[in-house]
């Protein structure tokens, strides 16, 4: 399967960093007084990958901050894999999901058969219309890709189906 081929390529490098405590813990990514956090349950097992600036070095390059990737039970036949990706940013809140669906777009295929899941925290959320909302919603729902956005602070952990879900 693509994902664990992903993840054994990736989760030795730098920019990578495995989560994995016998009595859970949290999963904190931040930037410039913006936070999101991962709540996780003992067994449960993720490898954060740092893309912009780390997996992406290409400055031309617009793309996510973070990917965060549930590997639990990766080496059964388990295909139940969550991939979330992750933007930290100030009141640029249409450049945040631009750069959410270049990511997914470029590592969709590599990812694959991961759920995959999008999430930008902002400083300040912009004014957006209704109509300009819907149209984002519309491009992460093509892409197969729930998408949610919070200001300052999102508090996640994995719910009964296996799905991120805020608390």
């Not at 081929?5 to 949290?26: D, I, L, N, P």
């Not at 893309?51 to 295909?79: A, H, P, R, Y």
Request: glycine share 6%; aromatic share 10%.
């Amino acid at each position: 399967m693509a994902f664990q081929v992903f993840v054994q390529k990736h989760k030795s490098f730098t920019y990578s960093q495995e989560h994995a405590r016998s009595h859970g813990g949290t999963i904190v990514l931040e930037e410039n007084k913006k936070e999101y956090r991962y709540e996780y349950d003992s067994g449960e097992t993720f490898l954060g990958i740092h893309i912009d600036g780390g997996l992406v070095q290409d400055e031309n390059e617009s793309k996510c901050d973070f990917l965060l990737l549930n590997t639990t039970e990766m080496d059964t036949t388990q295909t139940n894999f969550h991939a979330i990706f992750v933007e930290l940013k100030g009141t640029h809140f249409s450049t945040a999901c631009r750069q959410l669906l270049a990511t997914i777009a470029e590592f969709n295929t590599e990812l694959k058969p991961a759920k995959l899941h999008a999430r930008v925290v902002v400083s300040k959320m912009q004014n957006l219309t209704v109509s300009a909302l819907n149209k984002i919603l519309k491009e992460f729902s093509d892409k197969k890709c729930t998408f949610d956005h919070k200001s300052r602070l999102m508090i996640e952990y994995t719910g009964a189906d296996g799905h991120p879900t805020r608390k």
